[in-house]
């Protein structure tokens, strides 16, 4: 193994001691992210928007590629088609959940979910939303494991134009209330209107809008986590 390089005290320099031909490119946009994360949304520019998505599309790359796969199974098949794909979709948001996600049998998945898309395809409203997610965890015919985030993520999956998954950090980054565990229905009816209104104005998915508010989210709230740097003597 190559030895570190040392300083001429015979010291070694714990620094990076290269540089891509990207470095000046990413450090740019490490600076501009920590400055932006911590401006209110509603300050953010159409640019600036767009620049999170991508920064989120480069740093989460393999979430990209599963959500574009698992949307295009539900869009082939108009549903959730079994039990594989809704674990797959389970690890994708919660994998705690995939326990009592398995609970579930590929044929009450499949009509479930159809039935659930069915609502949103002709309404993309709050209200037809709302009906969704009732059918989709109703105590006779929904499924096992799905509260509001799950479902959330199912609508998103099979139509990220119009709805979008509802996460502690974006509502971090929205409404500056941390460790909020967004579980009910008065969250979503609190959410989507916002991310749905955001997206129209910003030229947007509303997955494009909900993933720039978790990028954003999380950054910030690792950052208010940080302990404050300590003085020394």
């Not at 129209?200 to 690792?222: K, N, T, V």
Request: aromatic share 10%.
């Amino acid at each position: 193994m190559k030895a570190r390089p040392s300083n001429e005290d015979g010291t070694q320099d714990a620094k990076t001691s290269f540089a891509s031909d990207w470095k000046e490119l990413l450090s740019g946009a490490r600076e501009w992210t920590l400055k932006i994360v911590k401006e209110p949304y509603q300050t953010w520019k159409s640019r600036d928007w767009h620049r999170l998505a991508d920064l989120y599309s480069i740093s989460s790359i393999t979430d990209v590629l599963e959500f574009d796969s698992l949307h295009e199974a539900l869009r082939s098949h108009d549903c959730v088609p079994d039990r594989k794909t809704l674990l797959r979709i389970g690890d994708w948001k919660t994998p705690r959940a995939k326990r009592w996600l398995g609970e579930n049998e590929d044929a009450d998945i499949a009509s479930t979910t159809k039935r659930a898309f069915q609502i949103v395809m002709r309404e993309k409203t709050l209200e037809a939303s709302n009906h969704a997610m009732e059918l989709l965890w109703d105590d006779d015919e929904g499924l096992y494991g799905l509260g509001v985030p799950m479902a959330s993520t199912l609508l998103t999956m099979f139509d990220p134009v119009n709805f979008g998954v509802i996460d502690t950090y974006a509502w971090y980054c929205l409404f500056d209330e941390k460790d909020i565990q967004t579980s009910s229905v008065a969250h979503w009816e609190r959410y989507l209107p916002l991310i749905q209104r955001i997206a129209q104005e910003r030229g947007m998915r509303c997955r494009d809008a909900d993933a720039s508010l978790w990028y954003a989210g999380q950054i910030r709230y690792s950052l208010s986590e940080l302990s404050p740097p300590r003085n020394r003597a």
